[in-house]
Every structure is written in C-alpha cells, then in structure tokens.
C-alpha cells in the first residue's frame, strides 16, 4: 500500500491505496464522486476525462499513486456558488446531451479546448474533442454547446476587464 | 480491467532509478506517461512485478535548440511538442506527426521518450526520427551513450536500451535553410494506428537534393527507411519523374501485413502514394 495525498475540486483528501487502484477508481470508488464515468476502459472513449492540474486526462490510464500531490478537478468541482459553469449551462440550453453518458468527459476535455482556444472555430472544436466519443452521436449540438461556453466565457471575461 | 500487482517505486533522479532497475532486474518496468505501458497491464499482456515511475525526475522536459542540435528531453509530452512555437516553425515534421498521435486527452500525458523506447514499429515517432536522423541518447549506471536511430529498433517492441537503461534526450540535426519536412499517416479514426505512414525530412540547394530521410510507420516488423528512395533522390537534381521513381521504390520495399486496415496490396499503394505527397510537401517547405 501507499499513502498519496490528492487535491480534488479544491478538498485535499490522504488514503492508503494499492498501487495498482487506477486513479477513475480511486475517484468514482474511495471518494465516490461518481459524476466521472467509465465507458470503455482502454483510453479511447473519454468518459472517465478529469482535469489533472489543469489538463485534460483520462483518468483510466494513470494510477492513482501517480496523481499523489496534484490538483483534480472533476465535473462535480464546476459549480461555483450555486452557478453552473459555462459549459455545463452551454451544454443544457443547446441540448449537447442525450443519454448524458459522455458529458462530464465532453465538458471536462473542453475546458482544456478552451483554455488553449479561447476563440475556437468549428474545425478546432471537432478536433478538440476528438478524444471523447458520444454514442448518441450528439455532436452537433456538443460543437453548439462548445461555442456557446466560448461566447459566454468571452463575455464574462469583457465584463471583468471593464469592472477593473 | 484491473492490472496484476506491482509494487511502485518513485525516485527523483536518475542515480536512483538506476539502483532500482539493477536490484529488480527483469521483474522492473520503467514508467513514464503511461499510455503504452498502462493499457497492456490492464490487458494483463505486461505484468511487471515492480514499477519505476520516472515521470517525477527533474530535466527532463525541454525542447531547444544547442549546439547545432535541437535537443528535446525524452519526457516531454506529446502537447508539449504539439504547442511549440519553435517546432510548429522550423521542425513541422514533427508537429504534424504530434496532432495525428493519440488525441488531445492522450498527448497531454504521452511522452516522447516513451513513445520510442516502447520500439513499436506502429507508433509514429520512430518513422520521424529516421527521416530527421536522430540520435538516441540513453543514461544508465555506467554513464551516458548515444545511439544512432538507425541502430536503435533491434525488432518487433525491441530497442538497443538495455534492462537498466533510460532514453533522456533525443539529438536531431538543427533544420538548416534549405530544408523542409513533413509528416502523413492514414488512419481509419482518431487514435488509431496507421494503415501506413510517412516521414519526409529533405534538404535542397538550387533544386538538387543534398540529403534526405525517409521514415515509414507500420509496414514492416520494426520502424523502417527507405533506403533505396533515398539512395535515388540524393545529389539528383528533384523532378516530378524522379519523385514518383522513389515513391514507387517506397511501396515495393514495405513488408506490411494484411489486417482491418486493410490488405498488403492496399498498404502498399498508400505508402507509395503518401511517399509522393509528402516529398512534394517536404520540398514546397523547404522552397517557402
């Protein structure tokens, strides 16, 4: 066993875990925070995407001794007083989920997409979410959703400026 | 999918990931970003007793320019590499392999060193590193060594690195003017290996071809050149002709396998035919 010590959605949490526990099970099972999925088990699918300090990262393919002393975010940690987060608010106007399976990975892995493209076209946001599969095949509206997030994120980002 | 039990070592430098490795011996994998080593223990087709995470030693991580050289540390990361300006600028070879690697998820934990020292003729590094003529330098606890890439795959997931030996840097000849590289597979979606891929590094005076490399992935049991298309392009002057002789050369000196990605008759023709666009690509750069 080994004791690591992991910063998630801003709570530091300190357990003894085997060394082969991969870090989605330590998250969904130790901490049950069960908003990260698991879809296809074999890093393909982005399901189980989380933010590992501060980029995207499937958290199928890490162990959690690896993760000792970073930051994690996962989709349960984007609600800032009682606000839902760009995404999650682009994803629910312009109807991004379906079954909702690959949702906490599709927000997760486009906040990284956005934080390297705050001004993203079309062709970069299909990219930018190459990494994570809906089965609904719902990716018009992922793409609608992405750039509503983007449109807003600009303007609360306008708003700051003008404020200071 | 579980992967069997190890135990996990972490060390800090180099000095003592080398006393690891000596004292487990075979029992010991090295570790470092963990997207080729991972999914096979889940698989359960590696099951290492002991695990050395090298992803925790310092300096390892850089991409610069020194010395006629451009160095990159072996664990720099496939989205480090993929960002670079100094890459995107002089080295688009590599930059263009980088977006076709994995995906965005899988290149902000992928490293470079690791995707070489795995010696998988399916990954596309390899084929790029032969086409720039790179060199390998490795560290181990008898000191430092450099080996030529040329010598480096030894074989089907086998490389010249020995148990306790680990790839720190990766030296590649600086991009002189002159010169331009590009980079193309076929793949059937994202993440996938490719069907074939092609690396073209070439250097150019007044339209005579003064040097040239090219890399293939995927076609052969291990990463391959394609040495008779070299051989026939370098000191020639670079024609339409000449370049669909080297890429015909390209396509009959493969030896892929037939699979899902299609029969060795197919393979054949796209290596031939990605040989042809990327030299062109790789002589419209070298030209801007």
Known sequence: MKKVTITINGESHTQEVEPRLLLVHFIRENLELTGTHIGCDTSHCGACTILLNDKSIKSCTMFAVQADGAEITTIEGLVTNGNLHPLQEGFKEEHGLQCGFCTPGMIMRSIDLLNHHPNPSEEEIRWGISSNLCRCTGYNNIVKAIQYAAKKMKEETTVEAAAN | ?288
């Open chain 2, 1 to 288: 999918m579980i992967p069997a039990s190890f135990d996990y070592h972490c060390p800090s430098t180099l000095q003592e990931a080398f006393a690891l490795a000596q004292e487990y011996g075979e029992n010991a994998k090295y570790l470092s970003g963990g997207h080729s080593l991972i999914p096979m223990m889940k698989l359960r087709l590696a099951s290492p007793e002991h695990i050395i995470d090298i992803g925790r030693i310092d300096g390892l991580s850089y991409i610069k320019e020194e010395d006629g050289l451009l160095k990159i540390g072996a664990l720099t990361t496939e989205a480090d590499l993929e960002f670079s300006p100094l890459l995107q600028e002089k080295y688009p070879i590599i930059t263009d392999a980088v977006k076709l690697i994995g995906d965005p998820s899988v290149r902000n934990k992928a490293t470079l060193g690791g995707n070489l020292a795995h010696g998988d003729a399916a990954n596309d590094h390899p084929a790029v590193m032969l086409a720039l003529r790179a060199k390998i330098i490795a560290q181990g606890p008898n000191g430092s060594r450099s080996i030529d890439i040329d010598e480096f795959f030894q074989g089907f997931y086998t490389t010249e690195l020995t148990q306790e030996e680990i790839l720190t840097e990766i030296q590649i000849p600086a991009a002189g003017s002159g010169s331009g590289s590009a980079y193309h597979k076929i793949e059937r979606k994202v993440g996938d290996y490719a069907a074939s891929g092609v690396a073209v590094n070439i250097s150019l005076a007044n339209g005579v071809c003064q040097e040239i490399g090219i890399g293939l992935t995927n076609v052969n049991p291990q990463p391959l050149r394609a040495s008779r298309s070299e051989d026939a392009l370098r000191g020639k002057e670079v024609t339409d002709e000449l370049i669909q002789e080297a890429a015909k050369m390209a396509g009959e000196d493969c030896k892929p396998t037939a699979d899902l990605r299609g029969s060795v008759d197919y393979k054949r023709s796209i290596t031939k035919e990605l040989t042809k666009r990327m030299l062109n690509l790789a002589i419209e750069r070298a030209k801007a």
